[in-house]
């Protein structure tokens, strides 16, 4: 049972243009969303997060959307940069500082 | 944001073996929690590591084949026992820190079974 799902396994943007990122989710209980970016041999570094009590949260170059009542979020990245390159994970738990439950994540890359 | 150091960074083990993977943190921190990355799939909570008691295994997870140690506040191991290449993963150690409680995870173990 895949509570949090991102279809997109890969995503392919032109340096510059708008990257962005879904993500869909089952659990009506999910109160607070997080982005997660992971390099290669690196462990996931945290991106951006959301609560439910807001439909959109800003932080420079990166905007993420939250559609509660269909159960989808969204990752947008303007401009895009080639080190923007990378696996975006989406994840959601039923609380702040709770137990999160993660997507499979998309890669992303952003060619020059 | 907290400094966590995890080691080895990769590993090859033959089927059978047991591998300990070690978890540093540069702060007290009360909970540890451990990941497993299969290839191709999202990030899945393995257990949750408290000080001073035993770890909270998840579904499908148990303590016979991923015990665990959580002897102080900065550190926690994770070994993985009587390997199987079904455990060829990255296992990720992490920790929530700050305002928020975000979670922050180290740099990850590669591990590969042969």
């Known amino acids: 049972d895949q509570q949090v799902k991102q279809n997109s396994p890969s995503l392919s943007v032109q340096e510059g243009r708008i990257s962005i990122l879904n993500c869909d989710y089952t659990?009506?209980?999910?109160?607070?969303f997080l982005w997660y970016k992971k390099y290669p041999a690196e462990g996931p570094t945290f991106l951006i997060s959301i609560s439910s009590i807001k439909d959109k949260n800003e932080d420079g170059r990166f905007t993420v959307f939250l559609n509660k009542s269909a159960k989808h979020l969204s990752l947008h990245i303007v401009p895009s940069q080639p080190g923007d390159s990378a696996v975006y994970f989406c994840a959601a738990s039923a609380l702040v500082g709770g137990k999160l439950i993660f997507g499979q994540g998309t890669e992303l890359s952003v060619k020059p | 944001s907290a400094v966590i150091s995890q080691k080895p960074s990769r590993d090859i083990c033959q089927r059978g073996t047991s591998l300990t993977i070690q978890c540093q943190v540069d702060s007290q921190v009360t909970m540890m929690f451990w990941y497993r990355q299969q290839p191709g799939q999202s990030l899945t909570l393995i257990a949750t590591a408290n000080q001073g008691s035993e770890a909270t295994y998840e579904s499908g997870f148990v303590i016979d084949k991923f015990p665990i140690s959580r002897p102080n506040l900065t550190f926690s191991t994770l070994t993985v026992s009587n390997m199987s290449p079904e455990d060829s993963s990255i296992y990720l150690c992490?920790?929530?820190w700050g305002a928020g409680e975000k979670l922050f995870f180290g740099s990850g173990t590669q591990l590969s079974v042969l």
């Open positions: 992490s920790v929530v």
């Open positions: 659990n009506s209980m999910f109160d607070y």
